[in-house]
């Protein structure tokens, strides 16, 4: 049972464009989303999170949007560059004694095209 | 500053075979995690262990046994290698602290292929 889903699955977007990339949660007892970002070769790195008490969380280019009551989260990249091509994870997390157990979306593979 | 040392880089094996990953970092974390990553399906959680000598089950933990024998290092054993299993597997390390989420610091993983 796939408990975070995210879409779509590969994007491509034209160097200086806005990215949207969205998720989706099923379990309510999620109460904070990571989005990570994984280069070829290597393992992915935190990107922005956002707790479920808030709505948006803004880092630079990157901004994440959050709706609790329709279980629903996006990434916002402006101004995409071709060093953000990446594949992207979203993540949920549930918190577990001494351990956050994330459960990760299949991932979006971003190109940014110059 | 620290890193996450996995190795090997790239581990072949035969089928039926037993093999071990391995797993170091100089965070000083105390929790530490097992991910499995194949092509399309996102990250799964096979083990993870909150303090030296602990484990716990994730959602993909049948097949594999763990062993953490320090705090820094955490090593996951593949039983019976099958060839439908050859994937990345990913070593992470973080803080947990009460009502407190902390960023997972990953390995550049572990390339598994199974002849």
């Known amino acids: 049972q796939q408990q975070v889903r995210q879409s779509p699955q590969s994007l491509t977007v034209w160097e200086g464009g806005t990215t949207v990339l969205t998720c989706s949660y099923e379990d309510s007892t999620f109460n904070y989303f990571p989005w990570y970002q994984q280069f070829p070769g290597e393992g992915p790195a935190l990107l922005i999170s956002i707790l479920s008490v808030s709505d948006k969380k803004e880092d630079g280019r990157f901004t994440t949007f959050f709706n609790k009551r329709e279980k629903k989260l996006s990434l916002h990249i402006i101004d995409s560059q071709p060093g953000d091509s990446a594949t992207y994870f979203c993540a949920a997390s549930a918190r577990a004694e001494g351990a956050d157990r994330l459960t990760f979306g299949k991932g979006t593979q971003l190109i940014i095209q110059p | 500053g620290g890193i996450i040392t996995q190795t090997p880089k790239f581990l072949i094996g035969q089928e039926g075979q037993k093999l071990t990953l391995k797993c170091q970092q100089n965070f000083n974390h105390d929790t530490m995690y097992w991910y499995r990553q194949d092509s399309g399906k996102g990250l799964r959680l096979i083990y993870y262990s909150i303090t030296e000598n602990d484990l716990q089950k994730g959602d993909l933990s049948e097949g594999y046994d763990a062993s953490r024998e320090k705090k820094s290092s955490f090593s996951l054993t593949v039983t019976s290698a099958q060839k439908n299993e050859m994937a990345v597997f990913l070593c992470?390390?973080?803080?947990?602290?009460?009502?407190?989420?902390?960023?997972?610091?990953f390995g550049p993983g572990t390339r598994l292929t199974v002849l």
């Open positions: 992470a390390s973080s803080k947990v602290g009460l009502g407190v989420f902390y960023e997972q610091y």
